[in-house]
């Protein structure tokens, strides 16, 4: 139990301390899904029980298949919506061939940022 609670906090810590969204994104995704494992696991042993032992067995899984997906199509779509990369990246993998996908809608990823860019106004100094 005091694994997965300290799995959980790195996460919280992760969430207010990482600088853009992407790096939140994973420490929320990887370590909160590390702290509610240990914590169903301990569960399922702290009640003895086969029923509870599945139920928390099954409810893992869910947590591991649907965690991994979640975050990709919420990057995704910061990614497409075009929420800014924390000045230091290093690099962005999906800039080069990127901008020609085609969003809902029939737009390209250019046409939106292009439309966004003339919609905000200019910002004053």
Known sequence: ML???G???VAAIG???LPDLYTRMHAVTKAGTLGIGFVLVSAAV???DVSVAARAFVAILFVLFTAP???HMIGRAGYLGTVALWEETAFDDWK???D???REGGSTVAE?????DQASPPPSH
């Open 69 to 71: 997906v979640s975050a």
């Open 46 to 48: 702290a009640f003895g």
């Open 3 to 5: 694994v997965g609670t």
């Open 112 to 116: 939106h940022k292009s439309d966004a």
């Open 7 to 9: 799995f959980m906090l």
């Open 100 to 102: 020609d996908l085609q």
């Open 15 to 17: 969430l207010l301390r």
């Open 96 to 98: 080069v061939g990127y």
